[in-house]
């Protein structure tokens, strides 16, 4: 595996890089001889923004005049799932061939994988997280106040991380026939909690909107700090990975992209080729 500490983008980069490693991939796999390592790309949001998942209608999901109004950009994600507001926290994408015996495998399979080696690495942070055995919710709106549904850290599903009972960590995966991408973000404080000031509700609800993502979710900045680097993350997970990884950092990956002639990633031409959509984040 190779770990790419890549550092920060806006979120149209950032998705179209992670766009640009499935495509890759992709087409690594489909060509005899040529090398499909898994690769795993660690980076964050600069400046803070938004991501919808892949089967979100932005006009439908967020308040797209006051994101442009209050200067903050958003992009859709490759992978499903719900809304999230990037800001601090470490996020991941880890693309892989579905043929691969380390972190391939079925949809089970390889979020189990992923989602062990995020935790492992936090242990060795100090971090007390655990994985989800099943899924969970926070508790029930009232009727008519379902408006939480459309973030991701107002849920939990299997395999994903918890801190104190609580979500820390909320991850994605999107499938074709020979790779898969998995995206995930890990809270280091409550930044996440700004979503509520974006999404397409009435103002009056925003703050039941914003405690109850502050109910369902937990962050580990006690341990790590809210602008914790990625090189310390790097490390944690090179050293839990041993031998089997190699760490490259910044411009230092961008070879990554240039498997193959790609353009910028855009959802709907990615669509047609998709084979399942999954996620919970």
């Known amino acids: 595996m190779i770990v790419w500490c890549d550092g920060p983008h806006d979120p149209a980069e ?3 890089r992670d766009g640009l490693l499935l495509e890759s991939l992709v087409w690594a796999t489909g060509i005899p001889g040529v090398p499909a390592e898994p690769v795993l790309r660690l980076f964050r949001f600069q400046p803070h923004g938004i991501t919808l998942g892949h089967a979100q209608d ?23 799932g719900r809304a999230i507001f990037h800001a601090e926290e470490w996020t991941y994408s880890l693309a892989a061939p579905i043929a691969d015996a380390g972190w391939g495998g079925s949809l089970a399979e390889a979020y189990a994988r992923a989602s062990w080696l995020i935790r492992a690495s936090l242990a060795r942070l100090g ?24 973030a991701c850290f107002a849920a939990t599903a299997r395999h994903e991380i918890l801190l104190g009972g609580r979500k820390l960590a909320g991850s994605a995966q999107r499938r074709t026939a020979r790779a898969l991408l998995q995206q995930g973000s890990i809270l ?14 009435p103002a009056e609800r925003r703050r039941e909107v914003r405690d109850r993502l502050r109910m369902a979710s937990a962050d580990a900045g006690s341990w790590l700090g809210g602008d914790a680097p990625l090189e310390r993350w790097a490390e944690a997970l090179r050293a839990e990975l041993s031998s089997a990884a190699r760490v490259v ?28 959509l999954q996620g919970n984040p």
């Open 249 to 276: 950092h910044g411009a230092g990956g961008g070879f990554l992209l240039t498997l193959r002639e790609a353009g910028p990633y855009t959802p709907a031409a990615s669509k047609q080729r998709d084979q399942g």
């Open 14 to 16: 950032n998705m179209r």
């Open 188 to 201: 280091l404080g409550p930044g996440h909690l700004r979503l509520a000031d974006y999404l397409a509700i």
């Open 127 to 150: 971090v007390p997280a655990v994985l989800a055995a099943r899924a969970a919710r926070g508790p029930d709106p009232a009727p008519g106040e379902r408006h939480a549904s459309s």
């Open 58 to 80: 932005p006009a439908r999901a967020l308040d797209l005049e006051r994101c442009r109004e209050d200067g903050v950009p958003w992009a859709v994600r490759p992978t499903g």
